[in-house]
């Protein structure tokens, strides 16, 4: 926890700055500007959404090219099958983990862990590098690509918050550039806000739901909000899922499709118009009805979602710590690992089929079922049979396929019989507990990859299975709807189920509510199905809070981000005051100190900030760690504008790793030691204190609410006694420090 360093939310208040905005600064144009950026920013991460997408379909069309060239040329031999399914497979993941391992290790795992801990407050290295995301997607794209139980989902949040945090400044250490009209973006606030935008537009291009991006990020990544920049994020999203909608629809996996007879070369099949079905995964053209009964099998699916929500929780974190322990401190393990998994799961997928039997095309009512599922190896796993009827096996969909079309096929209505053409009970359970534990252990290794389809899929078989069970209890009707006859589809129909299982499960493990039954709706157009969405997902939630955290929040916990909450857990808060925890172990400068005794205070003290103090003794402001290191980068010259003040700050984020020779250079020259540097125009006047009798929940609510790094304790006198830093506030730390120490009597001293 030491390594990770605070952020203030708020920018410093020096008198640089107050004169700066006395004369204009640039908020005439911020405004303006700050909505062509998060538009240019949806744009952004729309495309590579797009690219990562094609890619990884691409590349799984690339394996099953190589298994059934492996195959035809073996005359269908098992074993040089599975080589050829297995081999590639490991390949690839092996690729996806070298990439992290010796490239770049903060491109791990989704990210999402990482970006709430930023935007809570948290500075986390290399988090939003340009080589974190150029890492990032394509060791996702080998992840997700090779067959492993993951998804892109995640990792396309963070690069959609990465794409926010830099595009927006304006600057980059890889690049060695700069733009200096972008410098008003480079306050901690507004690197947030596009972060904000960034990530709310990787949710959208990730589901195609730009309302649900919007409310995902404000109720589950970010701490701090503003109702203006709600409309900004709307734009952002907006045309995020825009661009993946028009370059999906334009292009499919890069696969020239005929436009017209003469132009069958030209990759444009269904431009100028929008087809969602290429980006909406849950969406089906069959008409539906509910029943009031259906309450009754979703109040069990809530009930499951929330059991096993808990559970995926619980042996996700257990197999993290012990990675952590045994794994992670060796970087060739760390690539083992993930061959191994891929090695197991790989072959897994493979074999598991032939235990189940195939099934025929019995009718011409079958077409659409089978027009399809039949592309999935059924010249491996089934041949004609003794009639010259075509078969399929339903377990090779389900394990030989991307994530979207496992969703896909698991969501499916209009195919109920548990024991006949489609998936029946066998089929469903099995690969439930299959992928359960696969994508649990999966997720964490040392890969970038997600576990939203993952999620989607676990609940879409939990529920299916449900379904199954509930369909056993009623008969199959045909219905017609405003004229329209439509198939043969009812309210128990278990691919109704396998949607409200998808949003019940994640909702068990994220928490999420208003913006999971947003997205849920849009990606499924299933308006009518809102109610037991909801209902569901509010059984879950109940059941898995009473058991543990969220994911997401216990990832950070198991990181050990100091990550704070809208409220502290910690009982009796308002019994003690501020000096019950705060650390009384200060460091001060004066107003005016020389180069040599600010050397000397750097070098003996790893503090961030520091209290400036008058002659009498009393605080005057705080002037930050990097500041003090910033103006020792020329304590001849220091600013005298805000203007130079920005250019000093881009000079220290170029040549910062300078900068430790710079300072050892300082202190050979006993000329310079002797030098004053002038603090009085860089130092924040405006610092947050409380006194020393301020009570202990309020202090946690106001270092929460407006995002401080610190918290300065003055006695009534003036005087700093003490500081308040959001590692103090961390709950297990208040509860140690006030441990057996309740007061027994109050007084109010009046002197």
């Known amino acids: 926890m030491a390594k990770f360093e605070g952020l203030d939310y708020l920018p410093p208040i020096s008198n640089l700055y107050k004169s700066h905005v006395a004369q204009g600064g640039d908020y005439q144009k911020t405004p303006a500007l700050k909505w062509v950026m998060m538009g240019v920013i949806g744009l952004v991460v729309g495309t590579l959404a797009f690219l990562l997408k094609q890619s990884i379909e691409r590349l799984g069309e690339f394996r099953l090219e190589i298994l059934d060239a492996a195959l035809e040329g073996s005359d269908?031999?098992?074993?040089?099958?599975?080589?050829?399914?297995?081999?590639?497979?490991?390949?690839?993941?092996?690729?996806?983990?070298?990439?992290?391992?010796?490239?770049?290790?903060?491109?791990?795992?989704?990210?999402?862990?990482?970006?709430?801990?930023?935007?809570?407050?948290?500075?986390?290295?290399?988090?939003?590098?340009?080589?974190?995301?150029?890492?990032?997607?394509?060791?996702?794209?080998?992840?997700?690509?090779?067959?492993?139980?993951?998804?892109?989902?995640?990792?396309?949040?963070?690069?959609?918050?990465?794409?926010?945090?830099?595009?927006?400044?304006?600057?980059?250490?890889?690049?060695?550039?700069?733009?200096?009209?972008?410098?008003?973006?480079?306050?901690?606030?507004?690197?947030?806000?596009?972060?904000?935008?960034?990530?709310?537009?990787?949710?959208?291009?990730?589901?195609?739901?730009?309302?649900?991006?919007?409310?995902?990020?404000?109720?589950?990544?970010?701490?701090?909000?503003?109702?203006?920049?709600?409309?900004?994020?709307?734009?952002?999203?907006?045309?995020?899922?825009?661009?993946?909608?028009?370059?999906?629809?334009?292009?499919?996996?890069?696969?020239?499709?005929?436009?017209?007879?003469?132009?069958?070369?030209?990759?444009?099949?269904?431009?100028?118009?929008?087809?969602?079905?290429?980006?909406?995964?849950?969406?089906?053209?069959?008409?539906?009805?509910?029943?009031?009964?259906?309450?009754?099998?979703?109040?069990?699916?809530?009930?499951?979602?929330?059991?096993?929500?808990?559970?995926?929780?619980?042996?996700?974190?257990?197999?993290?710590?012990?990675?952590?322990?045994?794994?992670?401190?060796?970087?060739?393990?760390?690539?083992?690992?993930?061959?191994?998994?891929?090695?197991?799961?790989?072959?897994?997928?493979?074999?598991?089929?032939?235990?189940?039997?195939?099934?025929?095309?019995?009718?011409?009512?079958?077409?659409?079922?089978?027009?399809?599922?039949?592309?999935?190896?059924?010249?491996?796993?089934?041949?004609?049979?003794?009639?010259?009827?075509?078969?399929?096996?339903?377990?090779?969909?389900?394990?030989?396929?991307?994530?979207?079309?496992?969703?896909?096929?698991?969501?499916?209505?209009?195919?109920?019989?548990?024991?006949?053409?489609?998936?029946?009970?066998?089929?469903?359970?099995?690969?439930?507990?299959?992928?359960?534990?696969?994508?649990?252990?999966?997720?964490?290794?040392?890969?970038?990859?997600?576990?939203?389809?993952?999620?989607?899929?676990?609940?879409?078989?939990?529920?299916?299975?449900?379904?199954?069970?509930?369909?056993?209890?009623?008969?199959?009707?045909?219905?017609?709807?405003?004229?329209m006859k439509c198939q043969a589809v009812d309210w128990h129909d278990p691919g109704i189920f396998a949607l409200i299982g998808a949003a019940s499960f994640f909702g068990g493990v994220s928490r999420l509510t208003v913006s999971l039954t947003v997205i849920m709706l849009e990606i499924s157009n299933s308006l009518q199905h809102i109610i037991p969405m909801m209902f569901s997902i509010m059984i879950a939630k109940w059941v898995a809070d009473f058991c543990t955290h969220s994911l997401y929040h216990a990832l950070l916990e198991v990181k050990c981000v100091p990550f704070l909450d809208y409220d502290s857990v910690v009982p009796k808060m308002e019994c003690f005051t501020v000096e019950s925890i705060m650390s009384p172990e200060l460091v001060s400068l004066p107003a005016r100190p020389t180069v040599g005794q600010v050397l000397q205070l750097l070098n003996n003290h790893r503090h961030g900030a520091f209290p400036v103090l008058s002659k009498s003794g009393k605080m005057i402001g705080v002037v930050l760690r990097h500041e003090l290191e910033a103006l020792l980068m020329n304590p001849t010259q220091p600013p005298t504008s805000y203007t130079e003040y920005i250019a000093m700050e881009d000079k220290y984020f170029f040549k910062r790793g300078a900068a430790t020779e710079i300072h050892e250079g300082l202190e050979t020259d006993s000329q310079t030691a002797n030098v004053e540097l002038d603090l009085r125009d860089v130092v924040n006047t405006s610092p947050f204190t409380v006194q020393t009798g301020f009570t202990l929940r309020f202090t946690y609510s106001l270092f929460r609410a407006l995002g401080l790094r610190h918290l300065w304790v003055v006695s009534p006198g003036g005087q700093v006694v003490g500081v308040i830093t959001r590692k103090d506030l961390l709950g297990q730390n208040i509860a140690n420090k006030i441990e057996g120490k309740l007061p027994t009597s109050y007084e109010v001293a009046d002197d």
């Open 76 to 483: 269908y031999n098992l074993g040089v099958g599975w080589i050829s399914w297995v081999g590639v497979s490991c390949v690839v993941a092996a690729c996806s983990s070298l990439l992290v391992v010796v490239l770049m290790p903060p491109a791990s795992g989704s990210g999402i862990p990482e970006v709430m801990g930023y935007l809570n407050g948290v500075a986390l290295p290399k988090v939003f590098n340009v080589r974190t995301l150029v890492i990032k997607f394509f060791s996702c794209l080998c992840s997700v690509g090779s067959g492993l139980p993951v998804g892109p989902e995640g990792p396309m949040i963070h690069m959609g918050a990465m794409v926010g945090a830099g595009i927006t400044q304006g600057r980059s250490k890889t690049f060695g550039l700069t733009l200096p009209f972008l410098s008003i973006f480079r306050t901690n606030q507004h690197h947030r806000d596009f972060i904000q935008g960034g990530a709310a537009a990787g949710v959208s291009a990730a589901f195609g739901a730009p309302i649900g991006g919007l409310l995902f990020v404000m109720e589950e990544v970010a701490s701090f909000w503003e109702t203006s920049l709600t409309w900004m994020i709307f734009l952002a999203c907006m045309c995020s899922t825009f661009s993946i909608d028009a370059l999906t629809s334009t292009m499919k996996a890069w696969v020239p499709r005929a436009m017209i007879d003469e132009l069958k070369d030209i990759p444009f099949t269904h431009f100028p118009y929008f087809d969602r079905s290429t980006v909406s995964i849950f969406s089906s053209a069959y008409a539906i009805r509910i029943n009031i009964l259906i309450f009754i099998p979703t109040a069990l699916i809530g009930l499951l979602g929330g059991v096993c929500g808990t559970l995926f929780t619980w042996l996700n974190v257990k197999c993290t710590r012990l990675r952590g322990a045994k794994i992670m401190p060796y970087p060739y393990r760390r690539v083992l690992e993930v061959v191994t998994v891929m090695l197991i799961y790989g072959t897994i997928t493979f074999f598991l089929p032939f235990l189940f039997g195939c099934r025929v095309r019995e009718d011409a009512e079958q077409d659409e079922i089978w027009q399809e599922l039949e592309a999935h190896n059924k010249g491996l796993y089934c041949q004609r049979d003794w009639l010259g009827r075509e078969q399929w096996n339903p377990m090779s969909r389900l394990m030989v396929s991307t994530g979207d079309d496992v969703v896909k096929t698991l969501i499916r209505r209009g195919a109920a019989d548990p024991d006949g053409y489609y998936l029946g009970f066998a089929e469903v359970i099995v690969f439930f507990f299959v992928y359960f534990f696969g994508a649990c252990y999966s997720a964490g290794t040392s890969i970038s990859s997600g576990l939203v389809v993952p999620m989607l899929i676990i609940g879409a078989a939990m529920g299916r299975f449900v379904g199954l069970l509930w369909g056993e209890m009623w008969t199959h009707a045909k219905i017609e709807q405003d004229g």
